[in-house]
């Protein structure tokens, strides 16, 4: 059982595709049984016996489980036409209770639950035979007793041969289970080591060990009174007891793994997926937020983490997309004002410096820094009061992601209120004046700019919770 472990952006993923066939590496060897192998693609990682078992298990939901097991790999009658569907659904009866599943092959796989698919994944890594199985994240999205009855197949399946190179962030995981620990880091190898004799401490410093730069120009900004309040606001089986602040002037950065619902919280904040409940309090005021519309009469504005399907509208023009949130604005008598829609695009082009030829272009031919000061400039044409920003550089070159730090800051020395979700620690720590970390779907711990480190933030992204524990903060350092 050998961990692979780092921060998000490591390359753990990458190095999972390359493994699989999915990449093709620039240089270097992969052997398998001692024997170096070229993997052209999917299909010949399978055929040396290689699978691998993601966070978000991939399955055709309409159809059922045993189809799902063996597709493209049918049995086919004596006729060479039809599918011989009596082994098909016996043999994936018999895969389902070797993992200790408790239905059938003919369940419909949408029917399932996250965990229940995790289990089909892994009866059909059995069913290929296969000898090497990577497993990228495969807890993220369960409960504490689907992880242990997981984890329980995981050590039948090392018990029976199986080589298992597993991904987590979950530490007590690691040390419960793995053999062997690599440590990645900014798309590099740090170390290598025996999970016995390495202690949680020093994996957090391997993980985390770097220094910020001059990539946060984080500049002076007057912090003045709440203008978001949220408490104990709870989506059932999503998060719970959530609670937290943002002043006018202050950026808050929300940090976590992957798993930590924080894009649930700001969706909920914002309308797209109420809370069932919890309160939402803009400038001190209770609000009523059940959809988008609500939350822009209130001043919210919302920077999504996938800005090519949930921000922008890729075949329009660039002033088409920076005006889809202020339609009347640029509107009389119900008729769009195509130049007045031009202007305005040409005032948020030069504000936020967006590179391109006319802002009637295509937005889809923009680059993905360019295509983000879009998403930026459709929302702060709102002019909100309470800008919540989900991951905004991810994707985008250096020299665009400190423009948009630069960006970030200037908002904040002009009065809005920012709440910054990020999953890049040194971005996090740079940019905030308060930290509030998460962990599956409940707030931690709340850190000081001065008081946060990279060990502390990894420390409470990674502790263990307790079944019992429904206080929404852990750990407060002010």
């Not at 419960?176 to 401490?201: K, N």
């Not at 391997?206 to 001059?214: K, Y």
């Not at 990539?215 to 104990?232: D, E, H, N, T």
């Not at 930026?376 to 423009?403: C, F, H, N, Q």
Request: hydrophobic share 45%; aromatic share 2%; net charge neutral.
């Amino acid at each position: 059982m050998h961990a692979l472990l780092g921060e998000n952006g490591a390359g753990k993923s990458t190095l999972v595709k390359l493994l699989t066939g999915v990449y093709r590496p620039d240089e270097g060897t992969i052997a398998v049984d001692g024997t170096p192998v070229t993997l052209e693609s999917p299909l010949d990682a399978r055929r040396l016996g290689i699978a691998a078992i993601y966070q978000e298990p991939v399955a055709f939901p309409d159809l059922d489980v045993a189809e799902n097991i063996f597709m493209g790999r049918h049995p086919v009658c004596r006729d060479g036409i039809r599918i011989d569907w009596h082994p098909v659904y016996t043999e994936a009866d018999s895969l389902l209770r070797s993992v200790g599943a408790r239905f059938r092959a003919r369940v419909r796989v949408a029917t399932l639950s996250t965990a229940a698919r995790q289990l089909v994944e892994i009866a059909k890594a059995l069913s290929l035979q296969a000898r090497v199985v990577l497993m990228d994240e495969p807890t993220s999205s369960l409960s504490p007793r689907e992880v242990a009855e997981l984890l329980e197949v995981v050590h039948k399946l090392r018990a029976s041969g199986t080589a298992i190179i597993f991904i987590s962030h979950r530490l007590e995981e690691v040390e419960e289970i793995a053999d062997t620990v690599s440590i990645l880091r900014d798309g590099r190898l740090i170390s290598t080591r025996r999970a016995a004799d390495t202690s949680r401490d020093e994996l957090i410093r391997m993980m985390v060990g770097r220094q910020l730069t001059t990539l946060f120009p984080k500049q002076p900004a007057k912090i003045g009174a709440v203008m978001l309040r949220v408490s104990g606001l709870t989506q059932s089986g999503v998060f719970r007891d959530v609670a937290l602040e943002v002043r006018s002037g202050e950026i808050v950065g929300l940090a976590g793994l992957i798993g930590a619902k924080r894009t649930n919280v700001a969706e909920a904040i914002f309308g797209i997926r109420p809370a069932d409940s919890g309160t939402i309090e803009v400038a001190g005021r209770p609000v009523e937020i059940r959809n988008p519309r609500q939350a822009l009469a209130h001043g919210i504005a919302y920077v999504p983490e996938d800005r090519r399907h949930q921000g922008l509208v890729l075949k329009l023009g660039v002033a088409v997309n920076i005006t889809l949130a202020i339609l009347r604005a640029v509107s009389r008598l119900g008729m769009l004002n195509r130049r007045a829609e031009l202007e305005l695009a040409e005032r948020e082009r030069a504000r936020l410096r967006i590179q391109l030829t006319d802002v009637r272009q295509s937005v889809g031919d923009l680059s993905g820094g360019n295509q983000q000061k879009v998403v930026l400039a459709k929302w702060l044409s709102t002019e909100p009061r309470i800008l919540l920003l989900d991951e905004p550089t991810r994707g985008i070159d250096v020299g665009t992601k400190a423009e948009v730090h630069r960006l970030i800051s200037a908002l904040a020395a002009e009065g809005l209120a920012i709440l910054l979700i990020s999953s890049e620690l040194p971005e996090v720590l740079g940019m905030s004046d308060r930290i509030v970390v998460m962990r599956e779907g409940v707030v931690t711990a709340t850190y000081g700019r001065n008081e946060a480190t990279p060990e502390t933030i990894m420390e409470s992204a990674t502790q263990t919770l307790r079944a019992s524990d429904t206080s929404q903060t852990v750990r407060h350092v002010h």
